[in-house]
């Protein structure tokens, strides 16, 4: 039996669609560290599938910080008096998401995955909060294909207004990082200094990196 012919909405039978992030937990068992944020969908016409494009975005300027964070954040935003031009959103990730059909409405887990290089902007911010929310801001575009009122089957564009804002714990971050690395950081250096460092490693004859960095450390110190 053929498929019904898919045909682009008009104006008026776009369906109006809804999105909100309900909650979020670290993922346990992830290829790397990851946190499922539960998506849920709602629309007004019976959802075939929805093919969406996700922007999560960091809005520093909806919370607050105390005088820790305020230094530990001076890397990458400045002194806390030059906020007032530095402190602006940044995107964190990007990823794509395939949701099945539905009607009414629906619920599905977003993955995104963490990293903990400290070079990298993200990551800096969310390592140097000591507590409370990291305000995201989630802005959606893509391809809905939905059913109209005489039950064809139409396509239409996520409309570019679609977004959904959340403050996720600092803690849920941490968790999925230390799920994957137990009490550890990482550190990225360059090539030649990384050769300079397994060449004292063996002259030192010293079993790890963790050693190496200490023997360093214990030898600059007065």
Same mark, same amino acid.
């Given at each position: !039996?053929?498929?019904? @012919?898919?045909?682009?909405?008009?104006?008026?039978?776009?369906?109006?669609?809804?999105?909100?992030?309900?909650?979020?937990?670290? !993922?346990?068992?992830?290829? %790397?560290?990851? #946190?499922?944020?539960?998506?849920?969908?709602?629309?007004?016409?019976?959802?075939?599938?929805?093919?969406?494009?996700?922007?999560?975005?960091?809005?520093?300027?909806?919370?607050?910080?105390?005088?820790?964070?305020?230094?530990?954040?001076?890397?990458?935003?400045?002194?806390?008096?030059?906020?007032?031009?530095?402190?602006?959103?940044?995107?964190?990730?990007?990823?794509?998401?395939?949701?099945?059909?539905?009607?009414?409405?629906?619920?599905?887990?977003?993955?995104?995955?963490?990293?903990?290089?400290?070079?990298?902007?993200?990551?800096?911010?969310?390592? %140097?909060?000591?507590?409370?929310?990291?305000?995201?801001?989630?802005?959606?575009?893509?391809?809905?294909?939905?059913?109209?009122?005489?039950? %064809?089957?139409?396509? %239409?564009?996520?409309?570019?207004?679609?977004?959904?804002?959340?403050?996720?714990?600092?803690? #849920?971050?941490?968790?999925? #990082?230390?799920?994957?690395?137990?009490?550890?950081?990482?550190?990225?250096?360059?090539?030649?200094?990384?050769?300079?460092?397994?060449?004292?490693?063996?002259?030192?004859?010293? @079993?790890?990196?963790?050693?190496?960095?200490?023997?360093?450390?214990?030898?600059?110190?007065?």
């Amino acid at each position: !039996m053929a498929s019904p @012919p898919i045909s682009l909405a008009g104006t008026q039978s776009l369906p109006r669609l809804t999105f909100a992030i309900e909650s979020a937990d670290a !993922m346990r068992f992830a290829a %790397a560290p990851t #946190i499922a944020f539960a998506l849920a969908v709602g629309s007004d016409k019976p959802v075939r599938s929805l093919s969406l494009n996700v922007q999560v975005r960091i809005v520093p300027t909806r919370r607050g910080y105390d005088e820790g964070d305020q230094e530990r954040l001076v890397e990458l935003f400045g002194t806390p008096e030059r906020w007032g031009e530095t402190l602006h959103g940044f995107l964190w990730t990007s990823t794509t998401h395939v949701i099945p059909p539905f009607q009414g409405s629906t619920q599905v887990e977003l993955p995104i995955s963490c990293t903990y290089d400290l070079e990298v902007g993200a990551a800096k911010y969310f390592h %140097a909060l000591g507590d409370g929310d990291v305000p995201l801001e989630f802005l959606f575009s893509g391809t809905v294909f939905y059913l109209d009122e005489d039950s %064809a089957l139409r396509t %239409a564009q996520v409309p570019w207004d679609c977004e959904a804002r959340f403050g996720l714990p600092v803690r #849920i971050w941490r968790l999925a #990082i230390e799920n994957h690395f137990p009490g550890s950081a990482w550190l990225r250096v360059r090539r030649d200094v990384f050769d300079r460092l397994v060449a004292y490693k063996g002259r030192r004859t010293l @079993p790890t990196w963790e050693a190496t960095i200490t023997d360093l450390l214990d030898r600059s110190e007065p």
